[in-house]
């Protein structure tokens, strides 16, 4: 992440929310928010249109709308889903992580 590089959030309101908007700000980004009942093709385009480069999702629905329609967001390069039940990263890529794998230690510690 970049200062001044745009980061969509796909969740609705829990803690990670939170969390990951602060980290957001602190690296000098911005936050674009996508509701979590917003439709695959809405969503794409707002994840276009806002240049986003990086995806923090809620849940495995969530990233499904963004693999649907992954030809159309060549600038969303890393996805990282909150609550992996029911996702499988794809075999052998490296731009979708899970929040336990890409949060700090002592966070992952504190939630299991």
Known sequence: ????????????TRIEWILADLGI????AATTTIY???NAEESAFILSDS????????????????VEKRQELPELTH????DPA???PPTGSSRSTS??????P???????
């Open 99 to 104: 929040w336990r794998s890409a949060a700090p």
């Open 51 to 66: 240049g986003s480069r990086v995806l923090i999702a809620e849940d495995a629905a969530q990233v499904a709308k963004a």
């Open 25 to 28: 700000m602190c690296a000098g």
């Open 86 to 88: 029911g996702w499988r």
């Open 106 to 112: 002592a966070w992952s510690r504190t939630r299991s």
């Open 36 to 38: 979590p009942q917003t």
């Open 1 to 12: 992440m970049q200062p001044e590089q745009l980061v969509a959030l796909a969740a609705s």
């Open 79 to 82: 996805v990282v889903v909150i």
